[in-house]
């Protein structure tokens, strides 16, 4: 159980001598201006399918002559609202101001084969987005998403209604059982 939680703690983590550069925000917006294509993988820690491709992208890393980026979008919202980032891990793949979604297997072949030649055909492709720092919402500091906060708020309205209901049912009952005994009285 021991060697499980540490698999858990420690798994994501790249490589001490990785050649995958490992961002923020502002770091990333540096690396967008310049004219090197890249891949950047956009993850999330806990991300079962992140820790699954991290050590296949440090061996691609140290085997083609390619640029790999990482970003951690827990660590960095910014970039995860910046690409519309909607599931864990994203590749993307970035040249000439364009980002091309990479679909399909996480392999090495199929990867090193969307970069050298079939990002053009990707599916997804749209203009690198303008970077904005991210502004910390109050549904973003206290809640994870608007899914939890709506949730949080129906379960609270639930919650009050209910007890509502039970007092007034509890007030009724009172009232029924005041009556069932004057009744009982009466016919004695």
């Given at each position: 159980m021991f060697f499980l939680f540490i698999y858990c703690v420690v798994a994501h983590q790249f490589k001490s001598d990785s050649r995958i550069?490992?961002?923020?925000?502002?770091?990333?917006?540096?690396?967008?201006?310049?004219?090197?294509?890249?891949?950047?993988?956009?993850?999330?820690p806990w991300c079962g399918h992140c820790k699954h491709l991290i050590p296949v992208l440090d061996q691609l890393a140290d085997?083609?002559?390619?640029?790999?980026?990482?970003?951690?979008c827990v660590a960095n919202p910014d970039a995860k609202k910046r690409f519309g980032i909607k599931g864990y891990p994203t590749l993307l793949y970035v040249k000439?101001?364009?980002?091309?979604?990479?679909?399909?297997?996480r392999t090495p072949e199929?990867?090193?084969?969307?970069?050298?030649?079939?990002?053009?055909?990707?599916?997804?492709?749209?203009?690198?987005?303008?970077?904005?720092?991210?502004?910390?919402g109050f549904i973003d500091k206290y809640f994870n998403n608007?899914?939890?906060?709506?949730?949080?708020?129906?379960?609270?309205t639930l919650t009050i209604v209910?007890?509502?209901?039970?007092?007034?049912d509890?007030?009724?009952?009172?009232?029924?059982?005041?009556?069932?005994?004057?009744l009982q009285e009466k016919k004695k």
């Open positions: 550069l490992q961002l923020n925000g502002e770091q990333l917006e540096s690396e967008l201006q310049k004219s090197e294509p890249f891949l950047m993988m956009l993850y999330a085997q083609v002559d390619y640029k790999f980026i990482a970003v951690d000439d101001n364009k980002t091309h979604k990479f679909q399909g297997q199929l990867i090193i084969k969307f970069i050298q030649e079939d990002y053009a055909q990707s599916k997804e492709i749209s203009d690198v987005p303008k970077y904005e720092p991210y502004q910390e608007i899914w939890i906060f709506i949730a949080v708020i129906v379960l609270s209910v007890t509502f209901l039970c007092i007034n509890y007030k009724e009952n009172k009232k029924l059982d005041q009556m069932e005994k004057k």
